[in-house]
């Protein structure tokens, strides 16, 4: 079993869809629990069962917004 960062932590979760690919749940922890892995993400909220969890690690916080810059004349 993977060991999960505490809720509320921002995470990537490598995890097997039923076809057997891989995918990525990328966002906030909100719970865990010993069936299942809950990511909210841009994808909205994931439920992810611990079964099919490859991987799982704490992520940085995204990178702030860039700054557009009026164009030059």
Request: overall charge positive; proline content about 14%.
């Amino acid at each position: 079993m993977v060991n999960m960062p505490a809720p509320g932590r921002r995470v990537v979760v490598r995890y097997l869809l039923p076809t057997g690919q891989a995918t990525d749940a990328l966002g906030e922890l909100l719970s865990a629990d010993a069936t299942t892995v809950v990511v909210d993400g841009k994808r909205g909220v994931e439920r992810i069962p611990r079964g099919a969890i490859i991987a799982a690690k704490e992520v940085p916080p995204p990178p702030a917004p860039r700054v557009r810059r009026a164009p030059r004349d």
